[in-house]
């Protein structure tokens, strides 16, 4: 199974058009990979998509990096018990 | 004509003057008359005080269930008895709206009439609709009314080509006859005066009139007869100067004045065959008729009958304040309407789902600086219809967001938040970003798209309704 960080450069890499080898942990989805308003809702959306988590709105919309996005979702994942890496 | 030049000068000012004794925004925008209007008639001024109305005692009728229903599949007995529930609301404990008319005809009409008067409100008061047959007075009678209106249809063509009289005599007197068993029934006759606006008013109307004066003469005020004055086509005009039978101003002025019909007898009933049902009617209740008849958002035989909802709104701004009208009752009775299926346009004053929605993006804008520069007054709390901005690339998922929870109805926890209207959201903005659009998105539209993407709240809110 892929991991979590893996899982969510693909997601991002989709939702952005961008390749994923490119998307780093320290890039901010809206300065360095181009999120405008729109795709932010739509990241957010397709993370719950792949997890199977339902994210709470104004706290998954505050996560600006890709690292962020990271710890964010295993944190939910984990209150939520979804299992997430093999 | 006066064709002197007169200078203006700038009143230069600092602040703004909003006018706001005309249009206070709390209420709808105040119709303040100076008099007298003075109307040639027989060749010599006659004068109206105009401004009188806000004294007199105006009411609303409603023939919801009369005309209203001779333009649609009937009502049910339970949406009736609702309707008419929300309409003692909505007319509120003055009796704004004042009466309303029932069918006696069949079984449900009665029952209809027996449970609406059942829920023990004092207006609108019930009365009948009978044809002019002696013999129906046994219903009225039968219902326990003590009023009812009756056909007395009085231009020629009624007269002679549709009620097949051999002369206008043979019809009067038919027509006085019926008036007399009414008063033996102790009930008393509501006159409907078909076709006034295409009638001979000196040759037939008035002579009939002056009998109808003659015989309420000799019963108790109770039983007087009152006339209701139909402009059955739509003929009438409430233009200064327009000749009879269809001026509106004059009809009035020889009813009420060489006749000696008081006021609180005569009664303007409209049609909209010419887009001038509601200005005919404020017109009517101006130059005295006191009693305007109206339908909810104008149902009514071919085009329709004055707006009900018009009617409240005119009657708010000729008195100047609500006299306990409750109109956020408007709202319930159009969501009402629409539920069982009566199709109430968009753009339709008071009550149309974009009534107050601005496309445009500079109005939009004003809206966001100060809601009264485009809202035409406080719509949230009169009619709980808060000002709304059509959809386009500048809304934002927040706005997607807002629209589909209006739409769909859904408040507190129910609502749903922008990571939900993502793909709506996306395809708004791909409607300018990838086909170019430049125009708002209208509802009609984002309902489609709304079906389309989420059929599980379509099915939850709207199956059924639409």
């Known amino acids: 199974m892929a991991t979590i960080e893996e899982r969510i450069k693909q997601v991002t890499a989709r939702v952005l058009k961008l390749n994923p080898e490119e998307i780093r ?47 964010f979702i295993r944190d939910v994942c984990r209150q939520q018990g979804v299992e997430t890496e093999g | 004509m006066n064709t002197e030049r007169k200078s203006h000068t700038l009143v230069d000012a600092d602040r703004p003057n909003l006018l706001e004794d005309r249009f206070p925004h709390a209420l709808p925008p105040l119709i303040r008359l100076t008099g007298p209007v003075v109307e040639t008639i027989d060749g010599k001024p006659a004068q109206f005080d105009v401004s009188d109305v806000k004294k007199r005692d105006i009411v609303i009728t409603d023939t919801t269930f009369r005309d209203g229903q001779q333009s649609r599949p009937p009502y049910t007995i339970d949406q009736m008895v609702h309707i008419y529930d929300l309409l ?46 002696k013999g129906d007075f046994r219903l009225v009678k039968e219902a326990g009314l003590r009023e009812t209106g009756m056909l007395t249809s009085c231009s020629d063509y009624h007269i002679f080509h549709k009620l097949k009289f051999p002369s206008r005599k043979a019809c009067m007197d038919s027509y006085c006859d019926v008036v007399k068993a009414a008063f033996d029934a102790g009930v008393r006759p509501r006159c409907h005066l078909e076709d006034i606006t295409r009638s001979d008013i000196e040759g037939f109307v008035l002579p009939f009139i002056d009998r109808l004066m003659e015989l309420s003469s000799a019963v108790p005020d109770e039983l007087s007869v009152k006339v209701r004055l139909c402009d059955t086509m739509g003929f009438g005009l409430s233009y200064p100067g327009a000749e009879l039978p269809r001026s509106i101003p004059k009809l009035i002025y020889k009813m009420n004045r060489e006749c000696g019909v008081p006021s609180d007898r005569l009664e303007w009933h409209g049609h909209n065959d010419f887009h001038k049902v509601h200005i005919n009617g404020g017109t009517a209740w101006l130059y005295g008729c006191n009693a305007v008849n109206t339908t909810l958002f104008g149902f009514g035989e071919r085009t329709g009958n004055p707006p009900l909802e018009g009617a409240v709104m005119e009657y708010i701004a000729l008195k100047g304040g609500l006299c306990g009208i409750n109109t956020t009752v408007i709202t319930e009775l159009a969501d009402y309407m629409r539920s069982i299926g009566l199709p109430i346009p968009d753009n339709y004053p008071f009550a149309g789902k974009a009534f107050n929605t601005t496309s445009a993006g500079i109005h939009a804008g004003g809206l966001r600086q100060d809601e009264r520069i485009y809202n035409i007054f406080d719509t949230t709390t009169l009619l709980g219809r808060p000002p709304r901005v059509a959809i386009t690339d ?72 639409n």
């Open chain 1, 25 to 71: 942990p320290e890039h901010n989805f809206a300065a360095d990979l181009g999120a405008e308003s729109v795709q932010s809702i739509e990241l957010v959306a397709m993370f719950e998509q792949e997890f199977g988590i339902e994210m709470e709105e104004d706290a998954a919309l505050a996560v600006e990096t890709v690292g962020g996005a990271i710890d």
């Open chain 2, 88 to 133: 003692a609301k909505l007319g509120g404990p003055n009796g704004v709206i004042r009466q309303t008319e029932f069918f006696l005809y069949t079984k449900n009409d009665r029952e209809t009439l027996r449970r609406c008067r059942e829920l023990g409100h004092t207006y609108p008061e019930c009365t009948g609709w009978i044809r002019a047959v």
């Open chain 2, 394 to 465: 500048k809304s934002g998922a927040d706005g997607v967001a807002h629209w589909l929870n209006e739409f769909f109805g859904l408040k507190g926890d129910d609502r749903i938040n922008k990571i939900r209207v993502h793909e709506l959201a996306r395809w708004v903005i791909d409607q300018y970003d990838v086909q170019g659009r430049l125009t708002s998105i209208s509802d009609q539209e984002l309902e489609t798209k709304a079906k389309e993407l989420y059929p599980d709240l379509w099915a939850k809110c709207k199956a059924g309704r």
